[in-house]
């Protein structure tokens, strides 16, 4: 079955920079675009951007453009997305989600606390 | 950026009831090339990631019971879910995924709650 798997949490100081994973299983993985999707406390969706596994083709969003940078390990079935100079706006829900998105990680959340 | 505007913010409703939630986008959504309107639903509950209810502004995924139905075309677009279940509370967003008009933005959603 489908699977997208992603670590539940990352504290992160601000200022600084994470790399989120997400491990597609089960189908696939360079079929199919990977988003990515952002969700603050209580509030609503906001897309990031997508890759195309296939060749790396990345679309942003204008928002995120430099705040995100989306990669993909093939070998590993892996697309990463590294957030850089983090801020408490920056504390959210973020998910990954491919197969056309019927499939979502469960996300990841993260806490940009000193 | 198209903008997806979703009505009501929040409705309130008893089990068996039908429910009718909107989203209107700011540019047309049907593709004159394949006929296809790039407008789809969420279903989000509370602590889950969003799932994936319709695609092509009508078509539901498999796991969708007959009771949600999605329609309309171009700009305008409804989610009506007939005989509503406590297990429908949630909150639904429609998306834009019309490639050619990036972002793929959301709308804000619209929270299905119990009187």
């Known amino acids: 079955q489908v699977q997208l798997q992603q670590p539940g949490a990352e504290l992160v100081r601000p200022g600084a920079s994470v790399k989120l994973s997400c491990k597609a299983s089960?189908?696939?993985?360079?079929?199919?675009?990977m988003n990515w999707v952002k969700q603050r406390p209580e509030q609503g969706l906001e897309w990031i951007g997508r890759?195309?596994?296939?060749?790396?083709?990345?679309h942003y969003n204008q928002k995120f453009k430099d705040k995100a940078i989306l990669t993909v390990d093939k070998s590993s079935s892996t697309a990463y997305m590294q957030l850089s100079s983090l801020t408490s706006e920056d504390s959210a829900v973020y998910y990954c989600a491919s197969y056309d998105a019927a499939y979502w990680g469960q996300g990841t959340l993260v806490t940009v606390s000193a | 950026d198209i903008v997806m505007t979703q009505s009501p913010s929040s409705l309130a409703v008893t089990a068996g009831e039908k429910v009718t939630m909107r989203c209107k986008s700011s540019?047309?959504?049907?593709?004159?090339?394949?006929?296809?309107?790039?407008l789809s639903w969420y279903q989000q509950k509370q602590g889950q990631p969003p799932k994936l209810l319709i695609y092509?502004?009508?078509i539901r995924e498999s796991w969708v019971p007959d009771r949600f139905t999605g329609s309309g075309s171009g700009t305008d677009f409804t989610l009506t879910i007939s005989n509503v279940h406590a297990e429908d509370l949630a909150v639904y967003y429609c998306q834009h995924n019309h490639g050619s008009f990036l972002p793929l933005t959301f709308g804000a959603g619209t929270k299905l709650e119990l009187k």
């Open positions: 540019q047309s959504l049907l593709w004159s090339v394949n006929q296809n309107n790039y």
């Open positions: 092509g502004a009508s």
């Open positions: 089960g189908y696939t993985f360079t079929s199919y675009w």
């Open positions: 890759i195309d596994p296939y060749d790396s083709e990345t």
